[in-house]
């Protein structure tokens, strides 16, 4: 698989989300409740090994308690994968994003980003200088890669005029509106081509690296359809994340690898 360079991380083409790990289905309870059930802690080492096996090196994945014990476990296991964390902020301590900052930069993060909630939230609501000062903690803490996630094109074009990062992480779906909380929501998501299409468009004006996220609409539309948009879409040192179910699939984590390699590996890099 080739390799891209994102700030001063090198980092796989494919790589490995956390959101079947911690439960974020986007398919309702029922499935919910089945990865919850699945994702025992020896089950999601598992999976991370078989990533690296596979040619992922890295992990993007949550900062809470469940994930930073996980890899702390991980690690002292052996394992090698890197980790990008994906800063949260938690109902009633919508400040709590700079202790999980420095968290994660102390535990041994590779790169980190801003949720994309998070960064739809704080847009929306024209907190413009939570940018700022999270991309100067975030640099302050020598991290390799520093970013923001985001579903919101507009969120996207704004960064992109007006911060320096290493990477902006690109929803293809902008499932729930998070313009009044940045949290979650389980109930009464889309998934509309109008909105994969204005990403795309956004995408292809951005300079820096970008992540391509949610490819697949959370699992809620083709595999197949989703790896040739992002043949299509992907550039010279963009890489791409997906969350894999292996409860659905043993096999997913090559067979992933390898789609990608199909629809992906034809893109030049610099340092392939």
Not at 129 to 144: C, G, P, Q, T, Y
Not at 224 to 242: Q, S, W
Request: charged share 25%; proline share 3%; with cysteine.
């Amino acid at each position: 698989m080739r390799k891209a360079q994102i700030g001063n991380a090198t980092v796989s083409g494919l790589t490995i989300g956390g959101n079947p790990f911690s439960g974020f289905s986007h398919q309702g309870k029922e499935r919910t409740d089945e990865m919850l059930a699945f994702y025992t802690d020896d089950q999601i080492k598992a999976t991370l090994r078989a990533s690296e096996e596979a040619g992922i090196d890295t992990f993007f994945g949550r900062t809470d308690d469940h994930i930073f014990r996980i890899l702390r476990k991980y690690w002292d296991g052996g394992g090698s994968i890197q980790w990008f964390a994906q800063i949260c902020t938690e109902r009633g301590k919508p400040d709590v994003w700079r202790d999980w900052v420095k968290g994660a930069a102390e535990l041994g993060a590779t790169g980190a980003y801003l949720h994309g909630g998070v960064v739809d939230n704080w847009h929306a609501s024209g907190e413009h200088d939570n940018f700022h000062e999270a991309v100067a903690l975030m640099r302050s803490l020598e991290l390799k890669a520093i970013g923001f996630a985001g579903h919101k094109p507009d969120a996207h074009g704004w960064i992109r005029d007006n911060l320096e990062v290493d990477f902006q992480m690109c929803s293809y779906y902008n499932p729930s509106d998070r313009s009044k909380s940045a949290h979650h929501v389980s109930e009464g998501e889309k998934w509309h081509e109008e909105d994969r299409q204005l990403m795309l468009d956004m995408i292809s004006s951005i300079t820096t690296p970008v992540v391509h996220y949610k490819i697949f609409a959370g699992g809620n539309r083709p595999i197949i359809d989703g790896f040739e948009k992002l043949g299509n879409a992907i550039k010279e040192n963009d890489i791409c994340c997906v969350g894999m179910f292996l409860g659905d699939d043993p096999e997913m984590i090559t067979k992933n690898v390898s789609l990608f390699e199909q629809y992906c590996d034809t893109v030049e890099k610099p340092l392939a």
